[in-house]
């Protein structure tokens, strides 16, 4: 069975440094026939990032990768799921980071799962689904 993921910041930065193991996993999953979809706080995070240190190298590297999977688009959708998720958490006592919370319900409203390194970041958001390469390697 094929499923569709998205890569959490942390994971992407890996991927950017040339982590071999990062990329190898990338590769595997895409020839399962698994796809990925970049999310655009990830994308935002990730150019951020790159943009102030001026790594011409690795924002090519970075663009050409957002260019061959694409990145979704913020929809009213995600927005009103992360808003409520929001709520939830709230009461709970168990806020997450405005960033967390989007990649979240990104992930929550286009059926993917989260590949990240930082899974105490997402753990108390109900029904995400999450796998760390990470901890796999």
């Not at 706080?41 to 061959?68: D, P, V």
């Amino acid at each position: 069975m094929t499923s569709r993921f998205t890569l959490d910041t942390n994971i992407l930065s890996y991927y950017i440094r040339g982590n071999e193991d990062i990329s190898s996993r990338l590769k595997t999953e895409l020839s399962k026939g698994n796809k990925l979809v970049m999310n655009p706080i990830a994308y935002y995070e990730i150019n951020r990032g790159l943009l102030a240190i001026n790594s011409q190298k690795k924002l090519q590297k970075f663009k050409g990768f957002c260019r061959k999977f694409g990145v979704l688009e913020l929809s009213l959708d995600v927005l009103d799921i992360a808003a409520n998720k929001y709520a939830d958490l709230k009461k709970r006592g168990k806020l997450v980071e405005d960033a967390d919370l989007f990649i979240a319900a990104i992930c929550l409203a286009n059926d993917l799962v989260l590949i990240t390194n930082n899974e105490k970041h997402f753990r108390h958001i109900d029904g995400l689904k999450i796998n760390n390469w990470v901890n796999e390697l």
